[in-house]
Nanobody, 117 residues
Framework: QVQLVESGGGLVQAGGSLRLSCTAS????????MGWYRQAPGKQRELAAD???????NYQQSVKGRFTISRDNAKNTVYLQMHSLKIEDTAAYYC???????????WGQGTQVTVSS
């Protein structure tokens, strides 16, 4: 059974930090890469960061230097450490399994991150 379960979202003040976790089933974790997407109200879902099986990372420009994606292959878990959070980081964050083409094979259910002033 394919499963991706996110956790770690919540309410934080601007400038604060949060760490998101996504634990996946073995089949979901075996794809080329894992990614964190986010979707703010009224906006399209966008890729925040992704990481390949061998640890290569890619970040959206707006989160570079503030977010760090990592993975623990022994635990089938991918993390998103977020620092210096801004109000515009408020969104639902989704974990995803990514194919070689970059398309999404599977989505998690999402976790809400709300940054207040």
């Amino acid at each position: 059974q394919v499963q991706l379960v996110e956790s770690g979202g919540g309410l934080v003040q601007a400038g604060g930090s949060l760490r998101l976790s996504c634990t996946a089933s073995r089949s979901a974790f075996s794809f080329n890469a894992m990614g964190w997407y986010r979707q703010a109200p009224g906006k399209q879902r966008e890729l925040a960061a992704d990481i390949t099986r061998d640890g290569r990372t890619n970040y959206q420009q707006s989160v570079k230097g503030r977010f760090t994606i990592s993975r623990d292959n022994a635990k089938n878990t991918v993390y998103l450490q977020m620092h210096s959070l801004k109000i515009e980081d408020t969104a639902a964050y989704y974990c995803a399994s990514l194919r070689f083409t970059g398309s999404v094979a599977y989505w998690g259910q999402g976790t809400q991150v709300t940054v207040s002033s």
